[in-house]
């Protein structure tokens, strides 16, 4: 009887061994057996994204404006908002210099007539319309 219990243990501890090592085979991770990934989604929805730098500051953000318009800006390492597009009175797209300053405006009216302004550093503007 014990020649019998001596075998049926070593039995069960080399089907343990077997076993352990085919999960790990398959798994790759020991004692834990792997699942599919979970965080795929096709739709992702909600009010405001923002894109935050290594030190936590925020460089860009798509969201609303105050009167509920979509838009997209971003910031550089000072804080300066350096491209703003979204939709507004007048859809267009803002680009603005290291001071701040909005320098170029792309912008199309409620009529669908296009514009570029272009303003230098001196505050001369130059407004273009076809």
């Keep these: ?10 039995a069960s501890v080399l089907s343990g061994l077997v076993g352990g090592f085919t999960a790990l085979t398959l798994t790759g991770v020991p004692g834990h057996a792997q699942q599919a990934d979970q ?10 994204f ?13 969201a609303f404006s105050a009167d509920g318009q979509p838009y997209l800006q971003l910031r550089d390492e000072q804080d300066v908002s350096g491209v703003w597009v979204g939709v507004a009175k ?17 912008s199309v009216d409620d009529t669908g007539s296009p514009s570029l302004v272009v303003r230098n550093r001196e505050h001369q503007t130059r ?4």
Excluded: N
Aim: charged letters at 25%.
């Design 1 to 10: 009887m014990f020649q019998s219990s001596k075998s049926v243990i070593v």
């Design 39 to 48: 965080t795929t989604f096709h739709v992702v929805r909600a009010q405001e």
């Design 50 to 62: 923002q894109l935050v730098d290594a030190k936590g500051r925020v460089r860009g953000a798509m």
């Design 90 to 106: 007048e859809t267009g797209l803002a680009v603005r210099d290291k001071d701040g300053k909005t320098r170029l405006v792309l």
């Design 127 to 130: 407004s273009f319309q076809p």
